[in-house]
């Protein structure tokens, strides 16, 4: 157990609609990253947050978009769902300049 | 796209027998690290290696990193059922330090 958790553990959507995913980080980490994995495939950076400002950004259209609070939690957000956004999402918490992860045990996103 | 690729794919091991996989990348690194994944669960961190070590051990695990040929490999020996699992390895490269780039994997089965 890393102590990363993540919020819901699946999901089910249709294509168009908007989801909110969500990453409560391991005590005391202040910088939260998000990947995306597909079947099959290896995790796929999303973005990076420190200190609630955006730190680094993988190849990725607007409409994910991210937010971190003060309490280092964090979310996800993707709209305009399609459907290969169906995926397994894990955000990874971890002290600003160290050089592990810790990751939660993802998100399931489903979209029909 | 992936920095970091695995080889093999996938491999079958009778208990107790040894398991050798090999990751090779792309660009300049500060470290490279091996995670598990457990079906399609969070990543767990197994090691990290540096740019400058060559070799190192964590119990079961040996990891070795050659930098002039861009390759890693990581050695379980005396494999159990519990080793079954998806194993990733991860590069931090020197421009993007901020974020983990992850091969495709290598699928482990352990036969009892």
């Known amino acids: 157990e890393t102590g990363v958790t993540q919020s819901p553990t699946h999901l089910i959507k249709t294509r168009g609609q908007q989801v909110t995913l969500r990453c409560s980080s391991q005590s005391g980490h202040n910088t939260v990253s998000w990947y995306q994995q597909a079947l099959g495939q290896g995790p796929q950076f999303i973005f990076q947050?420190?200190?609630?400002?955006?730190?680094g950004r993988g190849n990725f259209p607007p409409r994910f978009s991210g937010l971190q609070f003060p309490n280092y939690s964090s979310e996800l957000n993707v709209n305009a769902l399609e459907l290969d956004d169906s995926a397994l999402y894990l955000c990874?918490?971890?002290?600003?300049?160290?050089?592990?992860?810790?990751f939660g045990p993802g998100t399931r996103l489903t979209v029909l | 796209s992936q920095q970091g690729e695995e080889d093999p794919q996938a491999l079958s091991i009778q208990e107790g027998e040894n398991a050798t996989m090999n990751c090779s990348y792309k660009?300049?690194?500060?470290?490279l690290q091996w995670y598990r994944q457990n079906s399609g669960r969070g990543l767990v961190h197994l090691i990290l290696?540096?740019?400058?070590?060559r070799e190192k051990h964590s119990g079961r695990l040996r990891v070795t990193l050659d930098t002039s040929k861009k390759s890693s490999s990581l050695l379980i020996t005396a494999s159990r059922a519990a080793d079954t699992a998806s194993y990733f390895c991860a590069t931090d490269a020197i421009d993007y330090d901020y974020k983990l780039s992850f091969g495709a994997g290598t699928t482990v089965t352990v036969r009892a």
């Open positions: 660009t300049s690194i500060n470290n």
């Open positions: 947050y420190y200190r609630e400002e955006e730190n």
């Open positions: 990874a918490s971890s002290f600003a300049g160290a050089d592990t992860q810790y």
């Open positions: 290696i540096r740019s400058n070590e």
